[in-house]
């Protein structure tokens, strides 16, 4: 109910709230005087809604202009790279700020002057990408199929570690059990995804950073080689 509360234009109304959250309006009227009790701030008029002056829990952020103007250009970018839950959370993030700030700065928020316009999306989400994305947040490893170039074919158990949003492609950084070494497998070319209960935890971090400073000195030493 606060999640709509700071989402949603205000004022708000009582059906509206019922609505998104799929409740009666009592249970709306319900939740709101909880909320007014631990301490938000929620103004309301007969014929009109609801207004969230101060939800009571985050505290009053205070970010200079530019900042501002990073954070909506960098959602807006999230908006357009993103997988649907991604997305989601990007707009979620955007309504959390705004409920912690001040009126003036809000508008700056709302009235920012960096966009974003594609004329297309850059990636293709396949439906395991959340999948993966779990695997890496709880350190258990995946059984998946991937394509090569050449469009071979392997079963392969992975241990994930990042994903990377590269210009055009999707990646994931991961140690493969099969090749015993760090590899990088784009994500377009992986055919099925399943997860397991092998564990790896806690070694996700130490590995990404040892894959991390590999890339780096493998970067290094091609800058080093003399052009032809």
């Given at each position: ?12 109304t009582a059906?509206?709230?019922a609505?998104?959250?799929e ?14 009790a ?15 002056i101060?939800?009571?829990i985050?505290?009053?952020q ?9 954070i909506t ?9 993103g997988d649907?839950?991604?997305v ?5 993030v ?13 508008e700056?928020?709302?009235h ?7 004329l297309s999306?850059?990636?293709d ?11 890496c947040?709880?350190?258990r490893a995946?059984a998946?199929?991937?394509t090569d170039?050449?469009?071979?074919a392997t ?28 590899r990088?497998?784009r994500?377009?070319r992986?055919?099925?995804?399943e997860p397991?209960?092998i564990?790896?935890?806690?070694r ?6 040892r894959?991390?400073r590999?890339?780096k ?5 091609r ?6």
């Open positions: 109910m606060l999640h709509l509360l700071r989402s949603l234009p205000p004022p708000v059906q509206q709230l609505s998104s959250a409740v009666s309006l009592r249970s709306v009227y319900r939740d709101i005087e909880v909320l007014r631990g301490g938000a701030e929620i103004d309301s008029e007969r014929g009109y809604g609801y207004t969230l101060n939800d009571g985050l505290r009053p205070g970010f200079t202009r530019l900042e501002i103007e990073a250009l960098g959602m807006a970018e999230v908006r357009h790279m649907p839950a991604l989601e959370a990007a707009e979620a955007l309504a959390k700020v705004a409920a912690t700030l001040p009126s003036k700065t809000q700056h928020l709302v920012a002057i960096s966009h974003v316009r594609r999306r850059r990636y989400h396949p439906q395991d990408i959340e999948v993966i994305r779990e695997a947040w709880h350190e995946l998946i199929t991937y170039q050449y469009g071979a079963e392969r158990t992975i241990w994930p570690l990042a994903i990377v949003y590269l210009e055009q492609t999707l990646m994931v950084l991961a140690r493969c059990t099969l090749r015993e070494g760090f990088m497998f994500v377009e992986i055919q099925s995804v397991t209960t564990s790896f935890r806690p996700r971090a130490n590995l990404l950073r894959y991390l590999e890339l000195e493998e970067g290094a030493r800058a080093k080689q003399p052009s032809l």
